[in-house]
């Protein structure tokens, strides 16, 4: 239902820590470390997500078509705090799982170095959401609801209330999984966890 910003304030200043960490640990203090290409880009990407994210959208607007007809419109009249903190609970699992896989055996550099790779796939993520949203301008279904005190509510949501598309909850929870999946198989030395986790990721 609200925005939600934790997830990108959390891996940015994860971003910062761990990125410093990676591309300290040097044999040769001239070479030039790949982690400070990873912390580059993921900076960029969040603030790229956020720049964009303050474009003006008109808050008025009403769709008289939805993208996925009947699928949408069966859900216009869905409103449900408790599932919205059960989904945000869901996505802060999922988010972390990455980093509690990959210093499981301690902080060490290699553990800094996967941990980045996953605020990076998570960064990228955010800005390709941000954009989409930003691009579609889709209302959230809340803001069809017929009784009064959900109209208020959407209202006062501001210019969340029209960045329904896609998804960033599920894109944000899915690239959390497949990249904790695949940290997770690549630390492994068990071939048949490995081949299994993998095999979960393609299918």
């Known amino acids: 239902m609200r925005p939600c910003r934790g997830p990108s304030f959390l891996a940015l200043v994860l971003t910062l820590i ?28 969040f603030t790229a ?9 008109d808050t008025s ?22 599932s919205s903190m059960i989904s945000d609970g869901g ?3 999922l988010i972390l799982s990455p980093f509690f ?5 301690g902080v060490d550099e290699q553990g800094a170095r996967r941990a980045l790779v996953a605020i990076e796939a998570l960064a990228l993520n955010t800005f390709g959401s ?9 209302p959230r279904p809340y803001n069809y609801h017929p009784d009064p005190r959900v109209a208020s509510f959407a209202a006062t949501a501001g210019p969340s209330s029209h960045k329904s598309f896609y998804s960033g909850h599920a894109s944000t929870a899915f690239t959390g999984a497949v990249v904790g999946s695949m940290i ?10 490995k081949a299994l986790t993998l095999s979960r990721i393609h299918i």
Do not use: H
């Open 18 to 45: 761990i990125g410093a960490g990676a591309a300290r640990a040097q044999d040769d203090p001239l070479e030039f470390d790949p982690g400070y290409i990873a912390a580059g880009v993921t900076v960029g990407a």
């Open 49 to 57: 997500s956020y720049l964009v994210s303050k474009l003006e959208i």
């Open 61 to 82: 607007d009403r769709w008289k078509a939805e993208i996925f007809g009947p699928i949408d419109e069966s859900v216009k009249t869905n409103f449900s705090p408790i």
């Open 91 to 93: 996505l802060y699992t």
């Open 101 to 105: 896989i990959s210093f499981r055996n």
């Open 130 to 138: 941000t954009a989409s949203k930003m691009l579609v301008k889709r």
């Open 184 to 193: 997770y198989a690549a630390g492994t030395e068990n071939e048949g966890r």
